[in-house]
Nanobody, 128 residues
Framework: EVQLVESGGGLAQAGGSLRLSCAAS????????IGWFRQAPGKEREGVSC????????YYKYSVKGRFTISSDNTKSTVYLQMNSLKPDDTAIYYC?????????????????????WGQGTQVTVSS
């Protein structure tokens, strides 16, 4: 059974940091692209970042580039999203997702409908 379990969300002050984790099981981690998405109240889900487990190719949404870092520990089948310099606009439920195969970094991360599996989400709240 495929499972994606997010953790690490919580409350942070503007300018602070949080690290999210996405623990995967039930599939060959190296063959998958893992994406982080977020959804704020009243807004559509948006892609934040993604990483391909085979070679650690990454991509970031423009608004988080330089503040967020995605990384992968293939020995633990876990992807991390280190979020620094947090802003109130980063407040959302953060989801991780898995897509079999690699992505084309020049085209950005895959769209949400392309992903095969999703976690349950973890709340991130940034206070001003």
């Amino acid at each position: 059974e495929v499972q994606l379990v997010e953790s690490g969300g919580g409350l942070a002050q503007a300018g602070g940091s949080l690290r999210l984790s996405c623990a995967a099981s039930g599939f060959t981690f190296d063959d998958y692209t893992i994406g982080w998405f977020r959804q704020a109240p009243g807004k559509e889900r948006e892609g934040v970042s993604c990483i391909y487990g085979g070679d650690n190719t990454t991509y970031y949404k423009y608004s988080v580039k330089g503040r967020f870092t995605i990384s992968s520990d293939n020995t633990k089948s876990t992807v991390y999203l280190q979020m620094n310099s947090l802003k109130p606009d980063d407040t959302a439920i953060y989801y991780c997702s898995a897509l079999r195969g690699e992505f084309v970094p020049t085209a950005g991360c895959p769209y949400s409908y392309e992903y095969d599996y999703w976690g349950q989400g973890t709340q991130v709240t940034v206070s001003s």
